[in-house]
Nanobody, 114 residues
Framework: QVQLVESGGGLVQPGGSLRLSCAVSGSIVSGNVMGWYRQAPGKQRVLVARITSRGNTNYTDSVKGRFTISRDDAKNTVYLQMNSLKAEDTAVYYC????????WGQGTQVTVSS
């Protein structure tokens, strides 16, 4: 059974930084894609960033230059480094893995507020 557990969320002031981690347990197929999505109150869940097993990345426009996604396959972990955070980054952030099947974490709250 595949499980995804996120950590690293919290409250941060505008301009601050956070690093999210997502540890994947269980067996996943190589050649997978790992990603981060977010869902703000009253809005749909949207893609923030994703990374392939080859290290190719893509980001939604609003986070380009501020967020960096990375992965450590030895640890089965995906990270999201978030810098220069803004109030509009406030959301629940979800980890996602696709390997033919789709898996989601339980979400971690990120709140950017002074």
């Amino acid at each position: 059974q595949v499980q995804l557990v996120e950590s690293g969320g919290g409250l941060v002031q505008p301009g601050g930084s956070l690093r999210l981690s997502c540890a994947v347990s269980g067996s996943i197929v190589s050649g997978n894609v790992m990603g981060w999505y977010r869902q703000a109150p009253g809005k749909q869940r949207v893609l923030v960033a994703r990374i392939t097993s080859r290290g190719n990345t893509n980001y939604t426009d609003s986070v380009k230059g501020r967020f960096t996604i990375s992965r450590d396959d030895a640890k089965n972990t995906v990270y999201l480094q978030m810098n220069s955070l803004k109030a509009e980054d406030t959301a629940v952030y979800y980890c996602n893995v696709v390997d033919g099947s789709t898996y989601w974490g339980q979400g971690t709250q990120v709140t950017v507020s002074s």
